[in-house]
């Protein structure tokens, strides 16, 4: 199975932000590096293979 989050980048990144500053992690993504990696970024396909499970919600 492959879960993916099928949000708007705002929302992508305010998590992000948050995930940041709370601190528990040892890698805090800048906004930059977000926005870098999330150009390459294509939606999953059925053609991939995987069976998809979406979440498409804003709740943090």
Same mark, same amino acid.
């Given at each position: 199975?492959? *879960? ?6 705002? $929302?992508?990144? #305010? ?9 528990? *992690? #040892? =890698?805090?993504?800048?906004? +930059? #590096? =977000? *926005?870098? $990696?999330?150009?390459? =970024?294509?939606?999953?396909?059925? +053609?991939?293979? =995987?069976? $998809?499970?979406?979440? #498409?919600?804003? $709740?943090?």
């Amino acid at each position: 199975r492959l *879960h993916y989050l099928n949000l708007p980048e705002d $929302i992508c990144m #305010q998590r992000l932000r948050a995930r940041n500053q709370a601190g528990a *992690h #040892q =890698f805090a993504a800048s906004d +930059a #590096q =977000f *926005h870098q $990696i999330s150009a390459w =970024f294509e939606p999953p396909s059925d +053609a991939e293979g =995987f069976t $998809i499970v979406p979440y #498409q919600t804003d $709740i943090m």
